[in-house]
């Protein structure tokens, strides 16, 4: 295993692509001196340039990404690509590269150009991608478990982090760039690689960063608000998740048809998809009926045509863990893996699945103490659902910690209390990412949501360290701690800075202190 530098994944042996070629496919005006000359990689950032690299500068909100022409160019960069007002900001700047000019905004283009650098158009492996609100890391670490069960050699990129193999590459973004997620690709065809799962945000689709990428199944589980800040409305933002169901970008589909959000996106699809339901009475093709429910974890049987038939468990507990095991297996089986063949390779159906920073246990669970779980949910609707399953599961107090983005989507705060509030036996309200936003304006605006269900008793405490630690001097033997928001990340973002604070590493630390883990 090993770790670096998210944007420094590439392949080993790029086969170059003459500049010529990419310029007659895409329709590309070639200025300056051409011939001759090809690019074995691509990228948009021209901190990541290596040699040989053409540099796609592209329009941005502060600064044309023609400004950087000479730093890439000084880096290694062997051509730019690049719209005509780029082409005039780069010669002004002094770049004597040669110049592909596109009519239309080069992203629209980019992920086609880079699969075609890096010949992953279509490189032999089985790709997934899971598109919803919440739980899409989730079902990208059980694709990867069961495609490894069934005999591949998974990768996956994730918001927490990309594998390649037992490669592991912290990562920033739910989805890669596309010159990033195409190079991430052609390095894990290098590795024989042979199952890809990715995660698919809207952000992903709505700006083109999956383009290029040839999905054999997409999936869809939930839908709630978020991203209100980039998208404006709920409708506009369901649009995004729904043109991933297009054949431009996968054969086929499977959607969570329990909402009628995901009975919208089996309606409304443009490819084939199959409809999973965990509700009973609702229509479709497979359905998911819960066998057993502990705070250790969840059983399930899944039933879908043909007798196709899997009997399994989840080491997590929620329904919407069992939801995502479903919905993995589902995928699989769309893609021709026989659930046989998954069956094969597990112990009795267990899917040994770890996700980092999701219902993550940080306490041994046989310390005697309360457990503590740090998560990244950060949305009404992952509150609502890491509730709703403690609720029938704790087998005592549960004890909510948790705060919100500052310049981000305002209008779900109180929402997130008032579900915190209702769900929970106390709420400590603390600072996530404040950001430019006064902490203690955010936090009213969560305290204000949590009184308002009338249940739990609510106290504020600022600083997320203190709270931590007032949350386990609260807890008891058989109580449940839930940290929601950090997840797996390394830092917090306070006016303008990234300060180093990792939420499991200081839980582990409080725990100690506690004596509550050796």
Request: proline share 6%; charged share 25%.
């Amino acid at each position: 295993m090993s770790t670096g530098d998210a944007l420094s994944i590439r392949p080993q042996h790029p086969a170059p692509v003459r500049l010529d070629e990419l310029a007659v496919r895409f329709a590309l005006e070639p200025r300056g001196e051409t011939a001759g000359v090809a690019a074995t990689g691509v990228t948009l950032d021209s901190r990541d340039v290596r040699p040989g690299d053409l540099y796609a500068a592209l329009p941005g909100a502060r600064r044309h990404g023609a400004s950087f022409a000479t730093q890439a160019e000084a880096a290694g960069a062997v051509a730019l690509l690049t719209d005509a007002e780029g082409a005039g900001i780069a010669r002004e700047a002094g770049s004597a590269l040669p110049i592909l000019v596109s009519e239309q905004n080069p992203r629209e283009i980019l992920g086609e150009v880079a699969a075609t650098v890096y010949a992953t158009s279509d490189f032999g492996a089985k790709v997934f991608g899971i598109t919803g609100t919440n739980g899409k890391t989730s079902v990208v670490y059980l694709l990867a478990e069961l495609l490894r069960a069934a005999g591949f050699t998974p990768g996956l990129s994730s918001t927490a982090e990309r594998r390649i193999g037992d490669e592991v590459i912290v990562s920033d973004l739910t989805s890669p760039e596309a010159p990033e997620l195409h190079a991430l690709l052609a390095r894990m065809g290098e590795r024989g690689v042979d199952g890809v799962a990715l995660e698919v945000s809207a952000h992903a689709v709505e700006r083109h960063r999956i383009d290029g990428v040839r999905f054999d199944v997409v999936a869809f589980n939930n839908f709630s608000q978020d991203h209100l800040d980039d998208f404006g409305d709920m409708e506009t933002y369901f649009a995004a998740k729904l043109a991933l169901f297009a054949p431009e970008h996968a054969e086929r589909g499977v959607v969570v048809v329990d909402s009628p959000h995901g009975q919208r996106i089996a309606r409304e699809s443009r490819i084939p998809v199959t409809r999973l339901a965990t509700e009973y009475g609702q229509e479709a093709d497979w359905h998911l009926a819960i066998t057993r429910q502990t705070i250790d974890g969840v059983s399930f049987v899944l039933q879908g045509p043909e007798g196709a038939h899997f009997r399994g468990s989840v080491p997590l507990f929620g329904r919407f863990m069992a939801e995502n095991a479903a919905l993995a297996l589902i995928m699989l089986h769309e893609a021709g893996v026989p659930l046989a063949r998954v069956e094969a390779g597990l112990d009795r159906g267990r899917i040994p699945v770890y996700i980092p920073g999701r219902l993550e246990l940080m306490s041994a669970a046989d310390a005697g103490g309360p457990r503590f779980y740090v998560d990244y949910g950060h949305t009404p609707g992952a509150f609502e659902a890491m509730l709703d399953a403690l609720g029938e599961v704790a087998p005592g107090k549960i004890i909510f910690l948790f705060g919100a983005d500052g310049d981000r989507d305002t209008t779900k705060r109180e929402e997130m209390g008032r579900i915190a509030g209702a769900g929970s036996d106390t709420v400590i309200v603390c600072d996530y990412h404040p950001r430019s936003e006064p902490p203690e304006a955010i936090r009213a605006q969560l305290i204000a949501g949590a009184r308002s269900a009338d249940q739990a008793e609510v106290i504020e405490e600022g600083d997320p360290r203190t709270a931590i630690r007032l949350a386990i001097s609260l807890a008891g033997a058989g109580d449940v701690i839930l940290y929601a928001g950090p997840g797996h990340e390394d830092y917090q973002e306070v006016a303008g800075q990234h300060l180093p604070y990792s939420a499991r590493d200081e839980v582990r630390g409080a725990l100690r202190e506690a004596g509550l883990l050796p």
